[in-house]
């Protein structure tokens, strides 16, 4: 088993790394601002039928920018979900959402949470799946490639003012890079039989002789932006453990690899724009390291067996409950390490069903930020954080003024550093204390107990770290959990992404250094094992007491069974 499980793990690891490097080189192109070969023309023509402002903006237009275009977003999608009754493409004649379903759903998708309180095939018309959340799967994907562009650029440029045009860069990588990507992706599911139409429901006669109706509707197309912009929302309601999203175990295989693709890009692309290789590789050193050994403890703590199970004279190996016998525990184990490390939320086994330690792992990738690869974008930028912070704590260890790439980190830097890597565990734990000390919190409970306060944080983890997977046994489809979730997810989206910005602004303006005999080498096995520290140290100061209250309790519990 153990074998198998490396194997696994190094194959994935090897096919990803070989489709990210060259797409890397894309990505540095357009961070540089260049139109990739062959469209430069179309490319202002396009500009001048439309319009739009090319000039580049300082960090608060671009923010201004990013803001306006996610707000108009947010109330577009609440509309087309409250009126999708009224809206074509509706066969199953599919009424509105309530008002605060529609809130958290239209809230979800423009945050790249994906967060779903409701069932897919039940609930949301094709309209509302096409042109609604398909749409807003491409916006927000694109959101979070365009904020760490300009992170990029404020490390790559010197004594600037300015960091790019928001309106250019969305539009490149939503052309350039998430369309023909997606389109090629959904053509492969498609080709392995997903489904993709827009026909009413079937009905059908089961062996049994009992009537059912086997949905239909456009899943590949959505499934193949939702792993690849790391958004998740599934078509149906099991999301990729349907065989209808995800067919095969090359599907699977394809889906954990869309989901890492464009975060592990981003890390080639980042050392090209700034000139040095190395830097780019010694983050991507970081991530993998963090990655693997929480594969290998899910990977592990899911084949030693559920002891309730054992118990009962089941086999310690099989641990199948919860899981598609299609994929087996080791592949599903590392999806959800896959999806949690990134900030996708697809899942093709019920995450409620891991034990207690299995459970545990992509829980904390969550809590920690979702920088070990992460979502597109947010992850690179959310470990660029992590990388300042590294540099400041290893400045005062040794009295240097810390720097970056050449750039001083000043106080105000760290100011902004520690409200972005605060913003989600303030919005975890407080959310969590809030659902557990009122009724109506309470009241969506199905499971009392330690496993109870474990999907409630769990949940929480998920929304305000803009996941959207879940314990589920949350019955979280009403005012008071469709409210609380939608501000975790708003705010866990927009308030990291303004100091973001902010810090992007001040960087931008600086001077390189000349690296010194007492500069910190940013890019050799010391710094990743610092960087590496410093991401568990935080995780581990503002989450384990909560930790230890639920999936932690949870295993001690089952100890002398």
Not at 299 to 305: K, S, V
Not at 451 to 469: I, Q, R, W
Request: charged letters at 10%; glycine letters at 10%.
């Amino acid at each position: 088993m153990a074998a198998s499980g490396f194997l696994l793990i190094a194959s994935f690891l090897l096919v990803l790394f070989a489709l990210a490097k060259p797409l890397g080189s894309v990505l540095a192109r357009l961070i540089e601002g260049e139109p990739l070969p062959g469209v430069g023309r179309i490319e202002s023509m396009m500009w001048k039928v439309l319009g739009s402002e090319t000039a580049e903006m300082s960090w608060k237009r671009y923010l201004a920018a990013i803001l306006t275009f996610n707000v108009l977003g947010l109330l577009l999608l609440f509309v087309i979900l409250m009126t999708q009754g009224s809206l074509p493409l509706n066969p199953q004649q599919l009424p509105g959402l309530s008002w605060h379903l529609a809130l958290n759903t239209a809230v979800s998708f423009v945050s790249n949470t994906n967060w779903q309180s409701y069932s897919g095939e039940t609930t949301l018309s094709y309209f509302s799946q096409i042109v609604g959340l398909t749409v807003q799967n491409f916006l927000s994907a694109a959101t979070g490639i365009a904020v760490v562009f300009a992170l990029i650029r404020a490390f790559s440029r010197h004594s600037a003012t300015t960091l790019g045009n928001a309106w250019v860069d969305l539009t490149r990588i939503t052309f350039y890079i998430l369309l023909p990507i997606s389109l090629l992706i959904a053509l492969f599911f498609v080709s392995q039989g997903t489904l993709q139409n827009i026909a009413a429901y079937q009905p059908f006669t089961s062996l049994e002789g009992v009537q059912h109706v086997l949905p239909m509707g456009p899943v590949a197309s959505q499934e193949a932006i939702k792993m690849l912009g790391t958004n998740g929302g599934g078509f149906f309601n099991a999301n990729s453990s349907h065989p209808f999203e995800n067919p095969t175990a090359l599907t699977n295989f394809v889906q954990m690899l869309a989901i890492f693709l464009i975060p592990s890009a981003l890390c080639f692309a980042f050392g090209e724009a700034v000139g040095d290789k190395r830097q780019g590789r010694a983050i991507l050193w970081a991530m993998g390291i963090i990655f693997v050994i929480c594969v290998g403890v899910v990977m592990w703590a899911e084949t030693q067996g559920n002891p309730h199970f054992m118990q009962l004279g089941a086999d310690s190996n099989i641990n199948m409950e919860g899981k598609e016998s299609r994929f087996g525990i080791l592949a599903t184990s590392l999806f959800s390490v896959v999806t949690t490390a990134a900030s996708c939320g697809a899942v093709n086994a019920m995450h409620d069903s891991f034990t207690a330690l299995g459970g545990m792992i992509p829980m904390w990738l969550m809590q920690i930020g979702e920088v070990v690869f992460g979502g597109v974008g947010s992850g690179l930028y959310g470990m660029l954080l992590f990388v300042l912070l590294t540099v400041f704590i290893a400045g005062l260890m040794i009295g240097r003024t810390p720097e970056y790439l050449g750039k001083k980190i000043d106080v105000a830097e760290m100011k902004m550093t520690a409200m972005a890597i605060l913003v989600t565990p303030t919005l975890v734990l407080l959310g969590t204390a809030l659902a557990m000390m009122t009724e109506a919190g309470r009241a969506g409970i199905f499971n009392p107990g330690i496993h109870g306060f474990s999907e409630v944080l769990y949940a929480v983890s998920s929304a305000a770290n803009n996941n959207g997977s879940a314990f589920a046994g949350l019955s979280a489809n009403t005012p008071f959990w469709n409210v609380l979730l939608a501000v975790c997810m708003w705010f866990g989206r927009f308030a990291v992404i303004v100091p973001v910005l902010a810090i992007a602004g001040t960087l931008v303006t600086k001077k390189s250094q000349t690296a010194g005999v007492g500069t910190l080498p940013t890019h050799g096995p010391l710094f990743i094992g610092l960087l590496i520290g410093t991401v568990l140290l935080v995780g581990a100061l503002t989450f384990i007491p909560a930790l230890a209250l639920g999936p932690v309790a949870e295993h001690l519990s089952f100890v002398n069974l």
